[in-house]
């Protein structure tokens, strides 16, 4: 089961979630793997400590021209929606942070002057952490582009009971590409004027995804009841309120995670997960392994 765990805005408690549920599940002996797809800024390891086994690359492919056998005739430049090629009378300019890696360029050049090379944007590091598998993308310094980090993320996970894909802020491209095709979306909130904003933008995607998804209300005592109306008018489900935690908040601040000192919070943590195995119909994890 692939659960991703995102937010309309920064700051909300995401990632605490998202390594929260992570831990949880592995100390019920359930095989969970945790991605962090915030690959512009990753900071799960903070928490789950990883000990990183293996480094690998992520390359994306971008063209390079033979000059003897180019005419300039212009097709490839006239064929980038994204300007990433241009054609002078004796050159080529080639602008890797713009390229897509299409391969339109590759395709239509009726001279055949053209090749794919791959071009390194990113790395992806793998490891163990609190028993949890753990992945975590970064994209490289300067680089525009960063869903060909997550697709590759995406796509080099082992076999888990569960997956847990914690998103980057927002509702963008990144965002998108991080909780497609999962079985559940947490979109986790504040009751603040700015959470409740930038939730409607999160929960507006997730029902043109077509996901189903239920919200998490972090420190639910601290602002007002304007998120909790909304959910309720719109019928959405919240499936958890946290109330803010002195104690929670200090040991956030050395990279604890909440269920190493509570265990309220543990507990209803799991309980979270049960309510999303039992709403998406996943039965193939044993709860006798428990």
Same mark, same amino acid.
């Given at each position: 089961?692939?659960?991703?765990?995102?937010?309309?805005?920064?700051?909300?408690?995401?990632?605490?979630?998202?390594?929260?549920?992570?831990?949880?599940?592995?100390?019920?002996?359930?095989?969970?793997?945790?991605?962090?797809?915030?690959?512009?800024?990753? !900071?799960?390891?903070?928490? &789950?400590? @990883?000990?990183?086994? $293996?480094?690998?690359?992520?390359? =994306? /492919?971008?063209?390079? *021209?033979?000059?003897?056998?180019?005419?300039?005739?212009?097709?490839?430049?006239?064929?980038?929606?994204?300007?990433?090629?241009?054609?002078?009378?004796?050159?080529?300019?080639?602008?890797?942070?713009?390229?897509?890696?299409?391969?339109?360029?590759?395709?239509?050049?009726?001279?055949?002057?053209?090749?794919?090379?791959?071009?390194?944007?990113?790395?992806?590091?793998?490891?163990?952490?609190?028993?949890?598998?753990?992945?975590?993308?970064?994209? !490289?310094?300067?680089?525009? &582009?960063? @869903?060909?980090?997550? $697709?590759?993320?995406?796509?080099? =996970? /082992?076999?888990?009971? *569960?997956?847990?894909?914690?998103?980057?802020?927002?509702?963008?491209?990144?965002?998108?590409?991080?909780?497609?095709?999962?079985?559940?979306?947490?979109?986790?909130?504040?009751?603040?004027?700015?959470?409740?904003?930038?939730?409607?933008?999160?929960?507006?995607?997730?029902?043109?995804?077509?996901?189903?998804?239920?919200?998490?209300?972090?420190?639910?005592?601290?602002?007002?009841?304007?998120?909790?109306?909304?959910?309720?008018?719109?019928?959405?489900?919240?499936?958890?309120?946290?109330?803010?935690?002195?104690?929670?908040?200090?040991?956030?601040?050395?990279?604890?995670?909440? *269920?190493?000192?509570?265990?309220?919070?543990?507990?209803?943590?799991?309980?979270?997960?049960?309510?999303?195995?039992?709403?998406?119909?996943?039965?193939?994890?044993?709860?006798?392994?428990?």
């Amino acid at each position: 089961m692939k659960i991703s765990v995102a937010s309309g805005k920064g700051g909300t408690g995401k990632t605490t979630i998202a390594t929260s549920l992570a831990v949880v599940l592995a100390d019920e002996n359930i095989n969970t793997t945790y991605l962090d797809c915030d690959v512009e800024e990753p !900071n799960g390891h903070i928490f &789950l400590n @990883p000990e990183i086994e $293996r480094n690998i690359n992520v390359d =994306v /492919s971008i063209p390079e *021209v033979d000059l003897e056998k180019c005419t300039f005739c212009g097709e490839c430049s006239q064929s980038c929606q994204y300007n990433a090629i241009a054609v002078l009378s004796n050159k080529v300019m080639i602008f890797p942070s713009l390229c897509h890696s299409c391969g339109g360029c590759f395709h239509i050049c009726p001279e055949k002057a053209i090749k794919e090379i791959p071009r390194t944007i990113g790395v992806i590091n793998a490891g163990i952490g609190h028993n949890v598998t753990f992945y975590d993308g970064n994209l !490289n310094i300067g680089e525009a &582009l960063s @869903p060909p980090v997550t $697709r590759q993320l995406k796509k080099i =996970v /082992s076999e888990s009971d *569960v997956i847990i894909i914690d998103a980057p802020p927002g509702t963008s491209c990144p965002v998108i590409e991080a909780v497609n095709n999962t079985d559940y979306v947490i979109l986790v909130t504040e009751p603040t004027p700015f959470g409740l904003n930038d939730l409607k933008l999160a929960v507006e995607m997730v029902r043109e995804l077509k996901l189903p998804f239920g919200v998490v209300i972090n420190r639910c005592d601290v602002g007002d009841e304007s998120v909790e109306n909304y959910c309720r008018s719109c019928k959405v489900e919240v499936l958890l309120k946290i109330p803010f935690s002195r104690k929670i908040a200090e040991a956030y601040s050395r990279g604890k995670l909440p *269920v190493e000192i509570n265990g309220d919070y543990r507990a209803n943590i799991y309980k979270l997960f049960e309510n999303i195995k039992n709403e998406v119909g996943y039965d193939r994890i044993d709860n006798n392994q428990r």
